[in-house]
């Protein structure tokens, strides 16, 4: 896999994330003290799938666009 496949990858991951659950049951949960929560996810009722764990994930914007 070449570095532009890569990057291309990269680059549609969240697209591609969000992409799967269109349609479903969404929701954010948060865990802990409620106004200072230890951790926020976004969660798809439907699968049981944590989406996005703000514990593990940055996001940047994308400067190619």
């Not at 697209?15 to 269109?22: E, I, M, N, Q, T």
């Not at 479903?24 to 926020?40: L, M, Q, R």
């Amino acid at each position: 896999m070449g570095t532009n496949e890569r990057r291309n990858r990269c680059d549609t991951l969240l697209w591609d994330k969000l992409k799967k659950h269109r349609g479903h049951h969404i929701s954010i949960a948060s865990y802990g003290d409620w106004d200072d929560p230890e951790n926020i996810s976004l969660k798809c009722e439907d699968c049981n799938e944590v989406i996005l764990d703000a514990e593990l994930y940055t996001i940047c914007g994308r400067e190619d666009v």
